[in-house]
């Protein structure tokens, strides 16, 4: 790991127990954040982008265990801690921004008193002082009239706002890594641009990483720096985002752009919109080979009984898969 990495995620499976049988939601998963890094993991619903971001923070329900690999931040093997020791890392070194602040607020609970109780966990500040910082930070996040709005209940407040307020809860404790899974997607467009403004300012302010979770390629051209491709709860394919989506090496990642909606396709006489074939198999059907054969156009014999692995196709860009393409 290099001096400047914050994350980094070697081999990470979580396995979920089933009436079915044993569940691979994340199978194999390696990454990288480094500091003032944008990481986009970025696939459709149900490839195991939610369940990586909550492995990493220990937030998996009871059913769910990570099983094999290894997890590090800021060079400390999180897997390794005692209980205690990783729920003082949560809110401090690393925080998380939900994807429902409706359903990750407390509705009986205040704004303010929510905020606060971030530095009582932490014992980073008194009572008072807690007040203070939460107004400040209410500020920060350009929150108008931050004194009537401490004491108001989520309920009151737009989805916006509520997203902006999760945004300050996380980074109460100035933690140096930032997971964000899909906060912008119950969001209108212009309310979606001005949380994701609000989170690059307050990065370049504070230096800190940020994991993004997301299914919107749009977004990650955006905002990362890199982006992690993921299917079927592995990763299929990882690069800088310009390399992975103007040269995309797998045949997924090219059916994901190709699927984007472009200006004048819907209009009569217009393009039909292109789609990935075939439908997602279930994670308890163990394929053998390539995950993606099913749905993929460039399927050959080999991809049916090799599972490929993440190799390099360029400088700085992998990709899994027997005949990559667009990596040059």
Do not use: W
Request: proline share 7%; hydrophobic share 45%; aromatic share 2%.
């Amino acid at each position: 790991m290099t001096a400047a990495s914050l994350l980094e995620v070697d081999g990470l499976v979580t396995t979920f127990s089933t009436p079915g049988g044993s569940l691979r939601a994340v199978d194999g998963v390696s990454l990288r954040v480094g500091r003032g890094e944008t990481v986009c993991i970025a696939g459709e619903s149900g490839c195991g982008k939610s369940v990586t971001a909550l492995s990493l923070m220990g937030l998996l329900p009871d059913a769910a265990t990570v099983t094999a690999g290894a997890i590090r931040v800021g060079g400390v093997d999180v897997l390794g801690l005692p209980p205690e020791r990783r729920r003082a890392l949560c809110g401090r070194t690393l925080a998380m921004v939900f994807q429902e602040p409706m359903t990750a607020l407390n509705p009986v609970q205040t704004i303010g008193r929510q905020i606060a109780e971030v530095f009582a966990i932490h014992r980073t500040a008194g009572r008072r002082e807690a007040r203070a910082k939460a107004l400040a930070l209410l500020r920060e996040v350009q929150i108008p009239d931050a004194q009537r709005r401490y004491d108001e209940y989520p309920h009151q407040m737009s989805g916006g706002m509520q997203q902006r307020v999760m945004i300050a809860m996380a980074l109460a404790n100035r933690p140096e890594l930032l997971i964000a899974d899909e906060p912008t997607t119950a969001l209108d467009v212009t309310t979606q641009a001005q949380v994701l403004q609000l989170m690059r300012r307050l990065q370049r302010e504070l230096g800190t990483g940020i994991l993004f979770v997301t299914h919107d390629l749009a977004l990650v051209a955006q905002i990362a720096d890199r982006v992690v491709v993921m299917v079927g709860g592995r990763v299929v394919e990882e690069g800088g985002v310009v390399a992975v989506l103007e040269r995309p090496a797998h045949p997924y990642t090219a059916g994901l752009l190709a699927a984007r909606p472009r200006p004048g396709q819907t209009r009569r006489g217009g393009h039909r919109l292109s789609v990935i074939p075939g439908t997602v198999p279930s994670p308890l059907d163990r394929v053998e080979g390539c995950g993606y054969q099913a749905r993929c156009p460039r399927v050959q014999a080999r991809c049916r009984v090799e599972a490929p692995a993440l190799a390099p196709v360029a400088p700085a860009h992998a990709a899994a898969c027997h005949f990559p393409q667009g990596g040059a």
